[in-house]
């Protein structure tokens, strides 16, 4: 398996939406980006995928400035450029106009030095779908919990 370690991870996301498919892409940086990415220093909550012009880019994805930088520094909030396949591109193009879908970041990690980040391609969670979740999870844990006392006994 890959060396691989994470920076940001969207929790956010898998309460919002049902993540049908993971697609892992480059991402274009300069170099206080990268620099700021392997010191932990990003952030994608708030930030999400579309394409435009042939190209997929990820917009409001948050890099910390660079510390040691010097005024040529980059924009925290910039537009990037996502790095994948021509076909790829059009297959998320298709299905994101016909099906409805969007394009989630979910996690930002640096694989073998490079750093990558995971799309998913979603459907948003109505209100209901969102209680349902919460409260398997509430269950799942009142199980897990009454298993692990019986097991200490």
Not at 87 to 109: M, S
Not at 113 to 124: A, D, H, Q
Not at 138 to 152: A, S
């Amino acid at each position: 398996m890959a060396n691989i370690r994470i920076i940001s991870e969207n929790r956010k996301a898998l309460h919002n939406y049902f993540v049908e498919q993971k697609i892992e892409a480059g991402i274009k940086l300069t170099g206080t980006e990268i620099k700021s990415i392997r010191l932990n220093k990003c952030n994608v909550n708030d930030a999400y995928a579309m394409i435009r012009n042939g190209k997929c880019e990820i917009l409001n994805m948050y890099i910390a400035k660079y510390d040691y930088g010097t005024h040529y520094n980059h924009d925290e909030t910039r537009t990037r450029e996502l790095l994948l396949h021509k076909h790829e591109i059009i297959k998320l193009f298709n299905r994101i106009r016909l099906d409805g879908q969007t394009l989630v970041p979910l996690k930002v990690y640096l694989k073998e030095g490079l750093c990558k980040i995971e799309l998913g391609i979603c459907k948003g969670k109505n209100q209901r779908d969102k209680r349902d979740d919460l409260k398997k999870k509430q269950d799942d844990l009142k199980i897990r919990k009454i298993l692990k006392d019986r097991n200490n006994y």
